[in-house]
C-alpha cells in the first residue's frame, strides 16, 4: 500500500524539481538573450507569444518555418511557400505578387515593397514598413489576400487532432480486441473520462435516449479541447494556443450554435418565440432577449474558452517579462534572481492551468450538453 | 492585440475543416466501437448480476425443494413405520385372537372326548359291576346253597319274609 504512493510522490517531486531547474535556466537563458536589446517591451512579448504566427518560435533564435498558402482573390494568384523566406526580406511569389511578414502580419503587393533600398534586408528589417501595426486589408499597393496558411496554432490544432486519432483509435481498438474483457493500458485510462462525459455531461443534460445522438460531438469536442490545452502548456515547443485563437473557438461555438438551433423542437422554439405563462407585454420584452440569447449564448462559450486560456498564457508570460523588466531596470543580477521567484510564480500557475486546462473543457461541453438538452426537452411533464 | 481579437478567416476554415474530419474519423474509428463496448460491457455485467441473483433464487428454490422433499420423505416413513407398527399389532392381535379360538376349539374338544371317556368308562364299569355282582350273587348263592340245611334256612327266611310282605 505504502510502496506505490511513495513512488509517485518520489516522481513527482522529481518531475517538479526539474522543471524548477528547465524554467529557471530558460528565464535566466532569456534573460540573457534579450536583455542586450535594452529596450523590452513586455505586451510586445506577450503578444508574439499568444498571437497565431505563420512560423514557431522556439527557445532562443530557433525558428520552425510552417508552410504560407494565400489565395488572392483579386488575381486570382495562389501561393504556396514556405514562411521561411521570409529571412531573406520580402518573398517575391510564383505568382508575381510580393509578400512581406512583419510582426506576424502576413501582407501582399504587387510590388517589390522594399524596392527603394535595393540592398537584401537580413531578418525582420522592415520595421519602417508602412504596413507596420495594421491589420490585412489594403496597404500601400497591397493586395486583398485570403490567407489559408498553415499557421502555428492550426498547426498545433493538426498535431493534437493527429493525436487525439491514434490514442483514441488504439483504446477502440481494445474494446474489439479484448471484447468483454477488463479494460487495459490506454483503454483503461481514457475510459474514466468517456464515462464521465457519458454518465454526469451528456446524459442528465440531454436525457438517456438523446444522449447517444450528441455523444460524439461532444466527445470530441471535449478531447478537442483538453488535448489543445495541454499542448498549449508544454512549454519550449513554440506556445501553442490553439484553445486561445479565436478563429478556432468560433468554430467549435458555431457548431454548438449550428446544432442547438437545428435540433430545436417545438417546446424549445416555443418557449422562444411564444414564451408561455408571460404576461403580454412581458412577452415583447422577453422574446428579444430570448432570440438574442440564441446568439448570445454560443458567442459566451467562445469568449470564455478563448479568454481562459489566453489569460493563463499572459500571466505565464507575465511573470517571465517580469524578468526582463527588472533585469532591464536593475542589472543582469536582479534579472536572475526574480527569474527564480518568477519560476516559483510559474510553476504554480502552471498547475493552476493543469485545473483550467480540464476545467474549461469540462464546462464548454456541459454547457454545449445543456443547450442540446434545452433543445431537444420534450414539453414539461 | 488585433491578431487575438479578430478570428481569422484561414484558421476558421481550417478549423472547421479538421474538425468535422476528425469528428467524422472519431465517430467511425473510436466513438462508436467504444460506446458499444462499453455499452456491451455494461449489458453484460447487468445479465451476470441477473443471472448470479437468478441461480440464487434457483439455489434457494432447490433448497426449499429439498427441504420439502426431506420432509415428504420423512413423514412418509413415519407413515410407513405406522403402519408396519399397525399392522404387526393387527397380525399380533389376530392370531392372538385365532389361537384364543383354536385353544378353545381344542378344549371343548377335549372335554367332549372326555365326557365322551367318562360315559363309555362309566357304562363299562357298570356293567362290570352288574357281571360282578352276578358272579358274586352266584358264588354266594352257590355258597349259601351248598348243603341243605342253608337251603332250607334260606328258603325259610325268603318265606318269613315274604309272609312279612
Given at each position: 500500500m505504502h510502496?506505490?504512493?511513495?513512488?509517485?510522490?518520489?516522481?513527482?517531486?522529481?518531475?517538479?524539481?526539474?522543471?524548477?531547474?528547465?524554467?529557471?535556466?530558460?528565464?535566466?537563458?532569456?534573460?540573457?538573450?534579450?536583455?542586450?536589446?535594452?529596450?523590452?517591451?513586455?505586451?510586445e512579448f506577450i503578444i508574439h507569444h499568444i498571437a497565431d504566427a505563420h512560423e514557431i518560435h522556439l527557445m532562443g533564435g530557433v525558428h520552425i518555418p510552417l508552410p504560407v498558402i494565400v489565395y488572392a482573390p483579386e488575381s486570382g494568384a495562389f501561393d504556396i511557400f514556405m514562411s521561411s523566406v521570409f529571412h531573406h526580406g520580402a518573398h517575391h511569389g510564383a505568382s508575381g505578387l510580393w509578400y512581406t511578414y512583419d510582426h506576424g502580419v502576413l501582407a501582399a503587393h504587387d510590388h517589390d515593397p522594399s524596392g527603394h533600398s535595393h540592398g537584401t534586408d537580413h531578418g525582420h528589417g522592415e520595421e519602417d514598413h508602412a504596413d507596420h501595426g495594421h491589420g490585412e486589408g489594403h496597404h500601400?499597393?497591397?493586395?486583398?489576400?485570403?490567407?489559408?496558411?498553415?499557421?502555428?496554432?492550426?498547426?498545433?490544432?493538426?498535431?493534437?487532432?493527429?493525436?487525439?486519432l491514434v490514442l483514441f483509435g488504439s483504446a477502440a481498438r481494445g474494446y474489439s480486441k479484448r471484447k468483454g474483457q477488463a479494460?487495459?493500458?490506454?483503454?483503461?485510462?481514457?475510459?474514466?473520462?468517456?464515462?464521465?462525459?457519458?454518465?454526469e455531461v451528456a446524459v442528465p443534460s440531454i436525457g438517456k435516449k438523446k444522449a447517444d445522438r450528441y455523444l460524439p460531438f461532444l466527445l470530441t469536442v471535449f478531447f478537442f479541447i483538453f488535448f489543445s490545452n495541454l499542448l498549449g502548456l508544454i512549454p519550449f515547443i513554440g506556445g501553442f494556443n490553439i484553445t486561445g485563437t479565436l478563429g478556432i473557438t468560433m468554430v467549435l461555438a458555431g457548431l454548438v450554435f449550428i446544432i442547438t438551433t437545428f435540433s430545436g423542437n417545438k417546446h424549445y422554439w416555443g418557449h422562444i418565440l411564444w414564451p408561455p405563462g408571460v404576461p403580454l407585454p412581458i412577452k415583447f420584452i422577453l422574446v428579444p432577449i430570448e432570440i438574442a440569447s440564441i446568439f448570445i449564448k454560443p458567442a459566451v462559450l467562445m469568449i470564455r474558452l478563448t479568454a481562459n486560456i489566453t489569460a493563463g498564457h499572459i500571466i505565464i508570460l507575465s511573470f517571465t517579462s517580469l524578468i526582463f523588466i527588472l533585469g532591464n531596470q536593475f542589472g543582469q543580477g536582479v534579472g536572475m534572481g526574480t527569474g527564480v521567484f518568477s519560476a516559483l510564480f510559474m510553476i504554480f500557475m502552471y498547475l493552476i492551468e493543469f485545473l483550467v486546462a480540464f476545467l474549461q473543457a469540462y464546462v464548454f461541453t456541459l454547457l454545449a450538453a445543456l443547450y442540446f438538452g434545452e433543445a431537444t426537452q420534450e414539453a414539461h411533464h | 492585440m488585433d491578431a487575438l481579437l479578430t478570428p481569422a478567416f484561414g484558421s476558421v476554415v481550417w478549423a472547421t475543416v479538421s474538425f468535422l474530419v476528425v469528428l467524422f474519423l472519431l465517430r467511425k474509428m473510436a466513438w462508436g466501437p467504444i460506446l458499444q463496448g462499453l455499452k456491451d460491457?455494461?449489458?453484460?455485467?447487468?445479465g451476470a448480476l441477473n443471472a448470479a441473483k437468478e441461480a440464487r433464487a434457483e439455489i434457494q428454490n432447490l433448497q426449499s425443494d429439498n427441504e420439502r422433499l426431506l420432509q415428504e420423505a420423512r413423514a412418509e416413513r413415519d407413515g410407513m413405520l405406522r403402519d408396519a407398527r399397525d399392522m404387526s399389532d393387527r397380525m399380533v392381535a389376530d392370531a392372538k385372537g385365532l389361537a384364543k379360538e383354536e385353544g378353545e376349539r381344542m378344549i371343548a374338544q377335549a372335554k367332549q372326548a372326555i365326557d365322551g371317556e367318562r360315559a363309555a368308562a362309566v357304562?363299562?364299569?357298570?356293567?362290570?359291576?352288574?357281571?360282578?355282582?352276578?358272579?358274586?350273587?352266584?358264588?354266594?348263592?352257590?355258597?349259601e346253597l351248598g348243603d341243605d340245611e342253608a337251603q332250607q334256612a334260606l328258603i325259610g327266611r325268603m318265606i318269613s319274609d315274604s309272609k312279612l310282605n
Open positions: 510502496a506505490l504512493p511513495n513512488r509517485i510522490e518520489r516522481s513527482c517531486l522529481k518531475g517538479l524539481s526539474l522543471g524548477i531547474f528547465l524554467l529557471a535556466l530558460g528565464s535566466v537563458q532569456a534573460s540573457s538573450e534579450h536583455g542586450d536589446e535594452g529596450d523590452f517591451n513586455p505586451s500601400a499597393g497591397g493586395v486583398d489576400i485570403v490567407d489559408l496558411s498553415i499557421t502555428k496554432s492550426i498547426f498545433g490544432m493538426l498535431l493534437m487532432m493527429g493525436l487525439v479494460p487495459k493500458g490506454l483503454q483503461n485510462a481514457l475510459e474514466p473520462l468517456i464515462l464521465f462525459l457519458r454518465d | 460491457r455494461e449489458e453484460e455485467i447487468e357304562a363299562e364299569l357298570k356293567a362290570e359291576v352288574a357281571t360282578l355282582s352276578l358272579e358274586i350273587a352266584e358264588k354266594l348263592v352257590r355258597k
